[in-house]
């Protein structure tokens, strides 16, 4: 079946540190024109999928608000869904704790938190031993555990810092357990992408710089999957990836998809 539906990655595909990768914009309206069906699939959690439109525009990407699924999103609504009305406790930004808290969960402050019946673990610029504690005890005593992605480090303009990932494994491994994904690669994302897209698997594809999370991703959908060379991942990188995360194709340019995409479509 022919592509009808495209999942772009966000950073490190078409933004890396705030400035919009070349040939991006052209390449969506291109595509766009071409009849495809865009998705921006990105583990950004600490904003609303409004404000991350906000963000892409100010930098040059016009792309609207219904076209993004963030990890922040989906996990604010999936805790809703499977545990409405609980006691969340969130390692998260302030604005990940006000969605939560707008989606009907009983959100727990700092000195609460060890009591959540529910934890979700995101990226947090002000993270400190006192929320790591209260999340793994609320683990410990028997909460369900989730995290929004697992990004090893956020990179900042001159620095890396731990992402969630990385306070999920220190949580994890204090208590033993592990947390459930709920963004890029998870059955939950999984279906987030279906629900845009209305699609048959066959009919998309992902394009994303990261194996583990964006080629895993459109593998878990059964999508066709480019892996894009402008962001984190180099070529030497791949000869170390486990097979279950290669791609179909490895591009060098976002440029290069419109010609990808005719090649699949042959
Ligand atoms: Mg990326």
Known sequence: MAIQGIVFDVDG??????RVLDGAPETLELLRRLGYQLLFCTQQNQHSDRKISDRLKSV?????????????????SAIAERHPGSQVYAVGSTSLRDRLEKAGMKVLTDQQ?????????????????????AAAEAVRRGAIFYVTNLDRGEPMKDRIIPGPGSLAVAIAYTVRRRPIVLGKPSPTMVAAVRDHLGLASSSIAVIGDQPAQDVRLGRMLGAATALLLSGVTTIDELDRTPSSYLPDAVLTSISEVPLWLEQVNA
């Open 60 to 76: 040059g990407l016009d792309i609207p608000e219904r076209e993004i699924v963030s990890a922040g999103t989906v996990s604010v």
């Open 113 to 133: 938190g060890e009591r959540a019946e529910v934890v979700l673990v995101a990226t947090d610029y002000n993270v400190n031993q006192m929320r790591l504690s």
């Open 13 to 18: 595909t078409l933004v890396l540190e705030e």
